[in-house]
C-alpha cells in the first residue's frame, strides 16, 4: 500500500511557466513532508521540506504548500527553466523512532526552452 | 569529503548467484539506509540501521540481507538472486536531522 500518493506521473512545462506536483498521505501521524529532486545517473537530493504548523515554506523558486485537514501538499516551481527537469519525490515521515522516509512514485518533469 | 559510496555501479547477474552491495559513508551518520527504485514505484525501503550492530526490516525485505559492522559501512546481500530484483538500488546516510545524503545508485539486473 503506497504511503504517499503523487501525481502526475510526467509534466511538461514551456520555460518561464509554473510547475506543480501534487501529494497526499493517510497516516497523520507523519509530520514531516520533504521533496526530494534526482537527475539522471544520480541519487536524491534534499530540495525542500515542511513541518505541518506552516501552511506554505519558500526557498526561492521552490514553494511548498501544505494542507493539513487535507492531508496534502503540493511543490510550486516558479519560472520553470529547463535546468530544473529531473525527477521529483514527494515524501513523509514521523519524527520519532527510525525516522523512515515514505516517498512517493515520482513526477518526471521537463521543461522545454 | 566523499559523502556516500556505493560500489559497484553496476552489475549483471544470472538467477540464482549471490553478490553483495558495498555502502559506505565518511560522516560518522547513525543511521543507513537501502532503498530500492523502480519505475513507476518510487523509492521502497528494504532495510535500514539505527547504528553500527543494529539493522531492521523495512517495507520490502524479502530475499536480501543486511550487516553493519562497522559504522561507516552498509552491506545489502542478495542470496539467490532473481529478476524481480532487477533494480536500481540506492544507499543513504543520516545523522540526528532527517536530511537524507544518497549515494548515486547501484544498477543491478537479474538475467
Known amino acids: 500500500q503506497q504511503q504517499v500518493k503523487q501525481s502526475p506521473q510526467s509534466l511538461i512545462v514551456q520555460k518561464g511557466g509554473i510547475s506543480i506536483i501534487n501529494c497526499a498521505y493517510e497516516?497523520?501521524?507523519?509530520?514531516?513532508f520533504p521533496w526530494y529532486q534526482q537527475f539522471p545517473g544520480k541519487g536524491p537530493a534534499l530540495l525542500i521540506a515542511?513541518?505541518?504548523?506552516?501552511s506554505e515554506k519558500k526557498e526561492g523558486r521552490f514553494t511548498i504548500s501544505f494542507n493539513k485537514s487535507a492531508k496534502q501538499f503540493s511543490l510550486h516551481i516558479m519560472d520553470s527553466q529547463p535546468g530544473d527537469s529531473a525527477t521529483y519525490f514527494c515524501?513523509?515521515?514521523?519524527?520519532?523512532?527510525?525516522?523512515?522516509?515514505?516517498f512517493g512514485t515520482g513526477t518526471r518533469l521537463t521543461v522545454i526552452p | 569529503n566523499a559523502g556516500v559510496t556505493q560500489t559497484p555501479k553496476f552489475r549483471v547477474l544470472k538467477t540464482g548467484q549471490s553478490m553483495t552491495l558495498l555502502c559506505a559513508q565518511d560522516?560518522?551518520?547513525?543511521?543507513m539506509y537501502w532503498y530500492r527504485q523502480d519505475p513507476g514505484m518510487g523509492l521502497r525501503l528494504i532495510h535500514y540501521?539505527?547504528?553500527?550492530?543494529?539493522?531492521a526490516k523495512g517495507e520490502v525485505p524479502d530475499g536480501y540481507n543486511v550487516s553493519r559492522l562497522k559504522k561507516q559501512n552498509f552491506l545489502l546481500g542478495l542470496e539467490s538472486a532473481a529478476p524481480s530484483q532487477t533494480s536500481v538500488y540506492f544507499c543513504?546516510?543520516?545523522?540526528?536531522?532527517?536530511?537524507?545524503?544518497f549515494g548515486s545508485g547501484t544498477q543491478l539486473s537479474v538475467l
Open positions: 540501521s539505527v547504528g553500527e550492530g543494529t539493522t
Open positions: 560522516m560518522n551518520h547513525e543511521y
Open positions: 543513504a546516510s543520516r545523522e540526528t536531522s532527517s536530511k537524507l545524503f
Open positions: 515524501a513523509a515521515s514521523k519524527q520519532t523512532g527510525a525516522n523512515n522516509l515514505f
Open positions: 497516516n497523520t501521524a507523519f509530520d514531516y
Open positions: 515542511i513541518r505541518p504548523d506552516v
